[in-house]
């Protein structure tokens, strides 16, 4: 085959133009620090991308509903606190007031702090993590206790009735794939038989009738308050043992979609400075070939 002047200078103006493709893509790469600014470049760079991204993105969902979680769990653990001070307190009155030596005036006395301590609890009871109610089961717009709340969502004492849909049932939160936690404590089964034996001690402090049976009323509750937060700590501890997974899993696929995107810029660079001797090594045997025309001479 007849190789002519025009051929070469094709070829040479062809591998002239690859080279600097070569070299513009490199120099993208050290701007950007990414392997590809666009799909078409490598498309499987461009898929594992995209997989790695809403592996990140469900991570990091996962991540934030771990904090609605322990939101949840802290404040439920609080207020029971308090609820077990208040019920403390409430058992160290029974005995004072046990006290033969105590007069009528000095019971009221008490049944008036008995009575402050029971609103409290109810306030407690009525605790809130934003717009919702923790102690309400899936209720969460209603509260645990209104004192002007309709049947059938309330009974007579003015607590949710526990057996309208949702109030004893419970919230579940997403904390992995498939993975939910119950994050609230059911209301009912701890504050109406507070609020019971609360009101039976008022009205024994005010007829001046035995408290005898009150001290056991009072250690129950206490039980039953302990029980439920010791349920709230072991979902706690599975929190935290989560959040240490999420972590690690937010690590490893941040390293991936780093290996899988980012330059290696101590290697685009050896490539970029290696690409400008191959261009100028191209540049220098071009002008070998490009020989002089007939042309040229007679200008």
């Not at 302990?226 to 929190?239: F, M, P, W």
């Amino acid at each position: 085959m007849r190789v002519t002047q025009s051929m070469l200078s094709s070829n040479m103006l062809r591998n002239l133009s690859s080279s600097y493709s070569k070299m513009g893509t490199l120099q993208e790469q050290l701007n950007t620090g990414k392997k590809i600014s666009r799909p078409s470049q490598d498309p499987v760079i461009a898929m594992k991308g995209i997989g790695y991204r809403s592996d990140l993105n469900r991570v990091e969902q996962f991540e934030r509903n771990l904090g609605e979680v322990n939101n949840w769990l802290d404040s439920s653990d609080d207020g029971l606190d308090k609820v077990g001070a208040a019920l403390q307190r409430v058992r160290e009155l029974v005995i004072d007031a046990n006290n033969d030596t105590k007069t009528p005036d000095d019971r009221d006395k008490i049944a008036k702090e008995i009575e402050q301590i029971k609103l409290q609890i109810r306030d407690l009871g009525n605790s809130k993590v934003g717009d919702k109610y923790i102690f309400s089961g899936t209720k969460t717009l209603a509260p645990l206790y209104d004192p002007n709340g309709n049947a059938p969502l309330y009974d007579a004492n003015g607590f949710l009735n526990a057996n309208h849909p949702g109030v004893t049932e419970d919230v579940n939160i997403e904390i992995n794939a498939g993975v939910e936690i119950t994050v609230n404590t059911n209301g009912i089964g701890v504050f109406d038989e507070i609020d019971d034996m609360m009101n039976q001690l008022q009205t024994a402090l005010e007829t001046n009738a035995p408290l005898d049976n009150f001290i056991g009323l009072a250690d129950k509750n206490m039980d039953t308050v302990l029980t439920a937060r010791s349920k709230i700590g072991a979902r706690q501890n599975r929190v935290e043992m989560m959040e240490n997974r999420l972590s690690s899993q937010n690590l490893i696929v941040t390293k991936q979609l780093s290996e899988n995107e980012d330059v290696e810029y101590e290697e685009a660079i050896t490539d970029l400075i290696t690409q400008e001797s191959i261009h100028r090594a191209g540049l220098a045997v071009g002008s070998r070939i490009i020989q002089p025309s007939l042309v040229d001479f007679l200008r």
